[in-house]
């Protein structure tokens, strides 16, 4: 008793089921239990996680957690996976307005912020292998790519695409993915805004090459490059490639090329900002086609 001849109020510590049974509604207790699971399988494989663990995080009962998860931890790591999934899918989800390099910039930094919070998490889940994938897992992740891959071609207006440009985006998103692994393994270097901008010159670089073999990417590439800065980050590219390749001017003479070209000489009557007049795309001295695309601005 204190003082005054009252009992004191009864402490609860933190780790104690009692300091959690608090009044919650149904849904707000089950975001508390996603939450607590979504905060172990970031930093812990699958298999390395018990609903224990899960219910001391949360500080609740074992028994509370079936209550919610009657399927016991798959359930629980599926709708918590489903819960990572939607926020993977809002980081490539911006505004369309301004250069295209600018939103993937800005979509970037929230998918690396991402992978950098939930860095085990993500490890184990993409590399397969655990013994909670299921095809539903599978399913989940299957569809955080392509909805990635949908956003993409918003912001490339492009509702319908075809063969080529559908795939060069795909494989973009999958070396993104692929270049956060080797991320993580290399103990998260280089830094993340060096790994973003490298992503973001790899996506030019890719849009190009497809452009130069296929009228729709050409098109697309275009539109999009002439929306960008000379102080943009395909101006910075430009600059940086062309001491590159400057002496492989005897790569344009004499030389055929093949069915790609096809895509140039269909284009060439809108191709003015690649390769001049129509009619008049021919590369030094007349030897070759003009590309179908520049790199700067």
Not at 7 to 16: C, F, M
Not at 130 to 146: F, H, L, Y
Not at 189 to 205: I, K, N, T
Not at 218 to 231: F, G, N, Q
């Amino acid at each position: 008793m204190d003082g005054s001849g009252t009992a004191p109020a009864a402490r609860h510590t933190r780790g104690t089921p009692g300091a959690a049974y608090r009044r919650l509604t149904v849904e707000q207790r089950r975001r508390q239990l996603l939450e607590a699971a979504l905060g172990l399988f970031a930093h812990r494989a699958p298999e390395d996680v018990s609903l224990d663990d899960v219910a001391h995080a949360a500080e609740v009962s074992r028994p509370l957690v079936y209550r919610y998860f009657p399927g016991g931890k798959q359930q629980l790591y599926e709708a918590a996976l489903r819960s990572a999934a939607d926020e993977l899918e809002l980081c490539f989800a911006e505004p369309q307005t301004g250069p295209l390099t600018r939103r993937l910039t800005r979509a970037l930094d929230r998918y690396l912020g991402f992978v950098d919070e939930h860095d085990a998490g993500f490890s184990a889940l993409l590399r397969g292998g655990s013994v909670a994938d299921t095809s539903q897992t599978s399913a989940i992740v299957d569809g955080v790519r392509r909805a990635a891959a949908e956003q993409i071609l918003v912001h490339l207006d492009v509702p319908d695409p075809g063969l080529r440009l559908g795939m060069a985006v795909r494989t973009w998103i999958a070396a993104v993915e692929a270049a956060s692994l080797i991320w993580l393994d290399e103990e998260k270097q280089p830094p993340a805004g060096e790994l973003r901008d490298w992503l973001v010159d790899h996506f030019v670089a890719l849009l190009t090459a497809t452009a130069a073999g296929d009228p729709q990417t050409a098109r697309v590439a275009r539109a999009a490059l002439s929306r960008e800065r000379p102080d943009g980050s395909v101006g910075r590219l430009a600059r940086r490639v062309l001491p590159v390749i400057a002496e492989a001017g005897h790569l344009l003479a004499g030389g055929t090329d093949g069915p790609g070209d096809a895509a140039g000489s269909a284009d060439r009557d809108t191709a003015g900002a690649g390769g001049g007049p129509a009619g008049a795309g021919s590369g030094p001295g007349g030897a070759g086609p003009a590309p179908a695309v520049t790199l700067g601005p």
